[in-house]
């Protein structure tokens, strides 16, 4: 039993070390809510969600208002029925990011609760199907760097272990685009995986032709090619 005793919610805005630009946004605030969840014999746990630079004050205003309140008289063992219940008490605002994010917050602080009430690592905790996994960057890739900007990012994050990075795509011109990965993708050699995000920009038409220009470059895959609504006349 880890009966809920108290929560703790902080609003940080944390700013990027460099400015972030893909096809659609700039993204220079970083607002994090941040949730310590405690429990009656004193374990805490410590979640956290963030916003492109808009919209963390809703999520905050959820989170005190609606949800965290429902945490009263709760296990915080039991996250999945946590989940089910608080997810339905705000039923008409879902499915919706701002609900999402909120619970996200909720959901990594009572993960990292249990942890450290068990002193067992996360990836145990859920599982252990393993033990590592591969990851890349995409703090380097951004739309408004120079391609010499972004080869400089990729040959560094190569020598520092990283298996791959992420440049983002949208530039008016395709060309532009197809040059820019043409010179990480030189610089890194043919193996290391490049990846590319279009962060929602194109529409159907557009994505294909643009897609067939990217090919050659060699993807591992193409991140957000259309917009999270399905343009209409568009069905799955
Ligand atoms: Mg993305």
């Not at 429902?70 to 219940?85: N, P």
């Not at 030189?186 to 159907?204: C, S, T």
Request: charged share 20%; with cysteine.
């Amino acid at each position: 039993m880890s009966a809920f005793a108290h929560a703790e919610l902080y609003f940080v805005d944390l700013t990027p070390p460099v400015v972030r630009t893909d096809a659609i946004q700039s993204f220079v605030s970083q607002e994090t809510p941040i949730l310590r969840l405690t429990d009656a014999d004193g374990a805490t746990g410590t979640g956290n969600t963030y916003t492109i630079g808009a919209g963390g004050s809703s999520i905050v205003a959820l989170l005190n208002d609606h949800l965290l309140p429902r945490l009263q008289g709760r296990d915080l063992e039991d996250i999945e029925a946590i989940g089910h219940h608080l997810t339905r008490a705000v039923n008409a605002l879902t499915v919706g990011p701002v609900v999402a994010l909120a619970m996200a917050a909720i959901d990594t602080a009572l993960w990292d609760l249990r942890c450290r009430r068990t002193g067992m690592p996360l990836h145990k905790a859920v599982g252990g199907a393993r033990n590592a996994v591969p990851v890349y960057t995409t703090e380097g890739g951004w739309l408004h760097l120079e391609p010499q900007a972004l080869v400089d990012d990729a040959l560094a994050s190569k020598a520092a272990g990283f298996q791959g990075a992420k440049v983002k795509l949208g530039k008016p011109s395709i060309r532009a685009d197809v040059d820019r990965l043409a010179a990480v993708r030189e610089a890194v050699g043919p193996a290391w995986h490049l990846m590319v995000d279009a962060n929602q920009a194109f529409r159907v038409d557009e994505v294909i032709r643009r897609a067939a220009a990217y090919e050659q470059v060699g993807l591992t895959w193409f991140e957000e090619p259309l917009p999270a609504d399905p343009p209409r006349g568009v069905t799955a």
